[in-house]
């Protein structure tokens, strides 16, 4: 499976992105989905989750009321809406996939199965 992100780029702080992933075949809807981000010399942390269906959602504490996830199942894509961003939110941002079923969205980045290669985020002014 290949995913790819896109989105990403260079705004000031307040600002907004949303970023996007999109899978190979058309099969996003059979993955729950996470977002992720990075930052140099430091792990990997979860963002944001969603269930197969949409209906559950799930965030870290830094971002509850400034991101959104989302999924369009029929166009075959995952989103993530940034709103009122912070120098502290840059990071590069993965997309991932979980194949299990479940039914909830996992926190944990070893239940993913597939990852994106990464958008990049930078949040100056």
């Known amino acids: 499976v290949q995913i790819v992100e896109s989105g990403g780029g260079l705004v000031q702080p307040g600002g907004s992105l949303r970023l996007s992933c999109t899978t190979d075949r058309n099969i996003l809807r059979i993955y729950t989905m996470g977002w992720y981000r990075q930052t140099p010399g430091k792990e990997r942390e979860f963002v944001a989750g969603i269930s197969r269906s949409g209906v559950r959602t799930g965030y870290v504490e830094s971002v509850k009321g400034r991101f959104t996830i989302s999924r369009d199942n029929a166009k075959n894509t995952l989103y993530l809406q940034m709103d009122s961003l912070k120098p502290e939110d840059t990071a590069l941002y993965f997309c991932?996939?979980?194949?299990?079923?479940?039914?909830?969205?996992?926190?944990?980045?070893?239940?993913?199965?597939?990852w994106g290669r990464g958008t990049q985020v930078t949040v100056s002014s």
């Open positions: 991932a996939a979980d194949i299990n079923f479940r039914l909830g969205y996992p926190e944990q980045s070893s239940a993913y199965d597939y």
